[in-house]
């Protein structure tokens, strides 16, 4: 499956940004993951093929919300109250062979190509 994430930009601290990750077909695990400049790539949230389970980094635990809408194969970041710390490429990710949520980059076989969030101070 392909996915295209969108929805990146330039926001000051405090703002708010919406991600969006859509994919060309059916996927079960989805998650996201940021990659900041000299750094790996970390686990930021992810949900599972039913929806009701999620699961987030401390660093965005009650900032950051992800949802999804399988009408649409369509996954969601809302971020809030960002932080400069939260500047880094976003990437999206998905599963078609797991249906529960993971941290661990290994386990999503396919991968969209990154929208970039700055966040000034």
């Known amino acids: 499956v392909q996915l295209q994430a969108s929805g990146g930009g330039l926001v000051q601290a405090g703002g708010s940004l919406r991600l969006s990750c859509a994919a060309s077909?059916?996927?079960?695990?989805m998650g996201w993951f940021r990659q900041a400049l000299g750094n790996e790539r970390d686990f930021v949230a992810a949900i599972s093929w039913s929806g009701r389970v999620t699961d987030y980094a401390g660093s965005v635990l009650g900032r950051f919300t992800i949802s999804r809408d399988d009408a649409k194969n369509t996954m969601y970041l809302q971020m809030d109250s960002l932080k400069p710390e939260d500047t880094a490429i976003y990437y999206c990710?998905?599963?078609?062979?797991?249906?529960?949520?993971?941290?661990?980059?290994?386990?999503?076989?396919?991968w969209g190509q990154g929208t970039e969030v700055t966040v000034s101070s």
């Open positions: 990710a998905a599963d078609r062979n797991r249906s529960w949520v993971s941290r661990a980059p290994s386990e999503y076989e396919s």
């Open positions: 077909g059916r996927t079960y695990m």
